[in-house]
């Protein structure tokens, strides 16, 4: 036994084998064998080099959306003095046709590694992570976003299906949440927004074409506007954000604090985020608020909240007992 005597599957993208098809190779192993599956997409492995997976939009296509860009500009001596968006009219795809073809969904890697580890006669543990949301979030780029969040949905329906169908909430525990946030307010007319757009067969116009894909702050302080105190860091990031106002009406939302223009932020915040869960066994409403220790150190509870630190411990209490 023992991970040096295990087998290891290697399952990698090809552009002569289909999505349906990707992970035939898994027909036939088991964990119960000592058996270990790695698969690669994206990358090196694709033609594109993209390293994330294909970007789905709202419409739930992989195509026909704005590949936000921007320029910084500079003046004569080389200060950063603003940022234009350099978005195209002509929308484009994240990945090809050909190599969409390629690659499964989110939803059917899910699938995969649910169908695959539920062999272990021992239980499994399993973490997914949507990660493009992050990098969509990064760039401001809400119909990415928004793609990303249905394979979210389509992955945990899967992974509630199949609990259901293997024990239910009293042998399975599940919990979906973020590990940040993203600084992201949705206005009241943000909805409508979204559906107009859909609608219309225009749900890329759910980011504008103004979007730069540029961090405001990140070039406002290469422009040393960290260290101007003459206006607010609210009033800085704004000369470096590139949505209008009219943009921010249209889709309905924005990012970063208010007045500091519509994509004014590009990085992750501090505020707390949403916790789902089920099958814990009240764990994690018992741990709210408590205290805990890092390091050594005594770190004070929150009211109504809880930290890593406690889902960790449910996690372990669901698994082993502990």
Request: aromatic share 10%.
């Amino acid at each position: 036994g023992g991970s040096l005597s295990s087998s290891w599957t290697i399952i990698e993208q090809n552009e002569d084998v289909l999505a349906a098809d990707f992970y035939n190779a898994l027909e036939g192993l088991s964990p119960n064998d000592d058996q270990h599956v790695l698969a690669c997409f994206g990358g090196e492995y694709s033609p594109s080099g993209q390293l994330n997976a294909p970007y789905r939009g709202i419409d739930s296509t992989y195509s026909a959306r704005f590949c936000s860009s921007g320029s910084v500009e500079t003046d004569a001596d080389g200060n950063v003095t603003g940022v234009t968006p350099t978005t195209s009219d002509e929308l484009c795809d994240h990945y090809s046709a050909d190599e969409v073809a390629q690659l499964p969904t989110m939803a059917e890697h899910v699938k995969a590694a649910v169908d695959f580890l539920a062999k272990d006669d021992d239980g499994f543990f399993l973490m997914y992570e949507q990660g493009d949301i992050d990098w969509a979030a990064h760039a401001n780029h809400m119909d990415d976003m928004l793609g990303t969040m249905l394979d979210v949905s389509d992955g945990v329906q899967y992974m509630m299906d199949w609990i259901a169908a293997n024990g239910g909430w009293e042998k399975n525990a599940l919990y979906v949440t973020a590990d940040h946030d993203h600084y992201l307010t949705l206005n009241d007319n943000f909805p409508e927004a979204v559906a107009n757009f859909l609608i219309d067969g225009e749900s890329h116009k759910i980011t504008p074409q103004n979007n730069s894909n540029t961090d405001p702050w990140k070039v406002g302080t290469q422009a040393g506007r960290h260290e101007d105190d003459s206006k607010s860091t609210t009033e800085h990031i704004k000369d470096f954000a590139t949505w209008t106002d009219e943009d921010i009406q249209t889709v309905g939302h924005f990012w970063g604090a208010i007045g500091s223009g519509g994509n004014g932020w590009g990085n992750h915040s501090t505020r707390p985020v949403p916790m789902h869960y089920a099958g814990d066994d009240g764990c994690l409403r018992a741990l709210e608020g408590a205290g805990y220790k890092v390091l050594g150190k005594d770190v004070e509870g929150s009211d109504g909240k809880v930290d890593q630190v406690h889902v960790h411990a449910c996690m372990m209490k669901a698994l082993f007992g502990m």
